[in-house]
């Protein structure tokens, strides 16, 4: 999350613009000020989400108890321990939730399409932050992530072993 450095606080991170606009209407509907942090960027590049760790929701700090409140997110920066299922609502990613979503997107471009940048960096996030407390979207991301990984692996010993 985002310091409160220069008075604001990321409040959530989502992996598309459309995801971060819901949340920034809810905020704003209730008064918050929201700044979207890569929206720009990832609106015009959405395969760079990766790369750029999502769109951040970002508030004024006196104003995120309240923000992640609306958001369903508690107040926790560590993500919530119930996943946000609400029809409408949009669902933010929260520590290791997001960095396995990341893991699952770069294990899939490295199973199918280039195998060993995608899937070190998915096995790399994987070490690092998969086996801190997720909920059951971040579990089944992680187990997309393993699986795929065990693809892209298989694939480049495939191909090692027949050149």
């Known amino acids: 999350m985002s310091s409160a450095r220069d008075g604001f606080v990321e409040v959530g991170n989502y992996s598309s613009v459309g995801e971060a606009e819901l949340a920034r209407g809810q905020l704003a509907a209730a008064g918050i000020s929201v700044r979207l942090d890569n929206a720009q960027t990832l609106g015009v590049l959405p395969m760079h989400s990766l790369a750029l ?24 920066d560590e993500g919530t321990q119930e996943e946000q299922t609400e029809p409408g609502s949009a ?12 893991a699952a997107v770069a294990a899939g471009f ?6 060993v940048v995608p899937t070190l960096y998915s096995l790399y996030l ?22 795929f990984n065990a693809i892209a692996v298989a694939i480049v010993t495939l191909v090692a072993t027949t050149c």
């Open 126 to 147: 994987l070490a690092r932050y998969g086996r801190g407390l997720m909920s059951a979207r971040g579990r089944r991301h992680r187990t997309i992530a393993v699986v």
């Open 91 to 102: 669902i933010a990613l929260q520590g290791p939730d997001a960095w396995m979503r990341r």
């Open 53 to 76: 760790g999502g769109v951040a929701v970002v508030v004024p700090a006196d104003a995120a108890a309240r923000a992640r409140e609306i958001l369903g997110l508690g107040d926790s």
């Open 110 to 115: 490295g199973s199918l399409l280039i195998p």
